[in-house]
């Protein structure tokens, strides 16, 4: 069983003009979602699960994000030059959970045209946004309970392989799991009424 690890970035290339959304002219994230998890991903506030899972599978967030809609953002890698998937974890389902990052330069590769239009590279890219956000659905465990972006997940007793290819399909917890902060420094410093500090860990 081949494995291709998705990652948590900490920040895009730099030099690069990238351009994020969740709907525009040539993706409707949506729709990806729902073609990725199906019904299950339409429950209201599993978004706030899906919080959970990647903080244990990929630690804490490094990008900044919406304080009032979102608890967090990360950026997930792909398999494309130039595109990342970005998981908005909120009080939503699935469904509205995710957006498109992509370079100006991979999306002028894309037809002029609004969404009815399509060429070789931009299905290849929509596919890929559907396999990560399936990755999504790999297990990680806490202690002996397996979840995945959808929940708690019984899918241990359902896996149709051989131990050692369970072992490689499921995720290892981040190095920083069971941490409420990373192990760094980190400075409070969105008020004047809350002084810089860091944390004494």
Request: charged share 25%; aromatic share 12%.
């Amino acid at each position: 069983m081949t494995i291709n690890n998705v990652i948590s970035i900490s920040a895009f290339p730099k030099g690069e003009q990238i351009r994020g959304y969740a709907g525009g002219m040539h993706f409707d994230m949506r729709e990806l979602a729902e073609l990725a998890f199906g019904k299950p991903g339409s429950e209201k506030g599993n978004g706030l699960t899906l919080f959970a899972y990647l903080w244990r599978r990929f630690g804490p967030p490094w990008f900044g994000c919406d304080d009032h809609k979102e608890l967090a953002v990360y950026i997930l890698t792909t398999q494309i030059d130039g595109l990342w998937l970005e998981a908005s974890c909120k009080a939503s389902s699935l469904h509205y959970c995710f957006r498109v990052c992509l370079t100006r330069s991979l999306e002028s590769e894309f037809p002029p045209g609004w969404r009815d239009e399509e060429n070789e590279i931009l299905v290849q890219c929509k596919a890929e946004l559907i396999r990560v956000m399936r990755d999504l659905l790999r297990p990680v465990n806490v202690r002996d309970v397996i979840i995945n972006a959808l929940g708690i997940s019984d899918e241990i007793f359902l896996f149709p392989g051989t131990e050692e290819e369970w072992d490689a399909y499921v995720c290892e917890p981040s190095q920083y799991a069971g941490y409420g902060l990373a192990m760094c420094k980190v400075e409070l410093d969105r008020s004047s009424d809350i002084p810089k500090k860091t944390p004494l860990y």
